[in-house]
């Protein structure tokens, strides 16, 4: 009995068909990756940047700190040298 040469055609062009759906349907999860890496990216730069901003504002604070501290001993060393006079002249 001879095949029909309908048959295997319509099977090959029902699997080319199965198989240009599959490349649609990964060629829209690949541009949904790629979406969502720059997405991510985006993020990651601001991120970045607000780590940055953070790293110089705690420097900045430290400095300040430094600068505090140098004020506080010196105004303590003023204090006590003014009330060792004070003391010296009388106690009043």
Known sequence: MPENPAGPA???EARLGAIE???VHGDG???ALEDAVAHN???TTEI???IAAAKLGFRVLGWIGVG???TAGLAAAISGV???IKLLK???
Do not use: F, I, N, V
């Open 90 to 92: 009388g106690g009043h």
């Open 21 to 23: 759906d599959a490349l």
């Open 68 to 70: 505090a501290k140098w």
């Open 48 to 50: 970045r940047e607000l």
């Open 82 to 84: 003014w009330g060792l």
């Open 10 to 12: 319509t099977s090959t």
């Open 29 to 31: 999860r690949m541009k």
């Open 41 to 43: 990216t985006e993020l």
